[in-house]
């Protein structure tokens, strides 16, 4: 038996390394391996930064408990480009901006969450979410905690 059977061709080699190395881009999480559907959520709070980046964006904000003292809570949003086609770019939402978001609770319970819809003070309102299985925005009503 020859030994030239047992070497891997170049092209195989090549072939198997880009199948392995795409399997992780197609290991895109759901709305419910994070965010909890029963647990909505509505806060107020002014923006500290904005990340326009794929798969999903984030909003920082700092809100106000009722004791006076800050948090700084994160959310989800969908993509830059579904953000862009809605018409919210980064200029959109600077740092300093107030805004009222209404979503859902992360599962662990610390200051994340799932952005339904974000409204800035001047009215705007914006569909932020773009996961396919979340909750649509007319359930959402609730409080921060």
Do not use: C
Not at 124 to 129: D, E, I
């Amino acid at each position: 038996m020859s030994s030239h059977f047992l070497k891997p061709s170049l092209a195989n080699v090549l072939l198997i390394t880009s199948l392995v190395g795409a399997v992780p881009a197609d290991a895109h999480h759901a709305f419910s391996a994070e965010f909890d559907a029963d647990q909505p959520v509505e806060v107020k709070g002014v923006v500290t930064k904005f990340e326009l980046v794929n798969p999903h964006s984030w909003l920082y904000l700092d809100v106000k408990g009722p004791d006076g003292t800050s948090t700084n809570w994160g959310f989800e949003f969908g993509a830059p480009f579904s953000l862009k086609q809605k018409g919210l770019t980064k200029k959109g939402l600077p740092a300093g901006t107030e805004v009222s978001i209404k979503g859902y609770r992360a599962k662990n319970g610390k200051s994340f969450g799932y952005a339904v819809t974000t409204s800035l003070s001047d009215g705007r309102s914006y569909q932020t979410g773009g996961a396919q299985d979340a909750p649509n925005a007319g359930g959402v009503a609730g409080a921060a905690q």
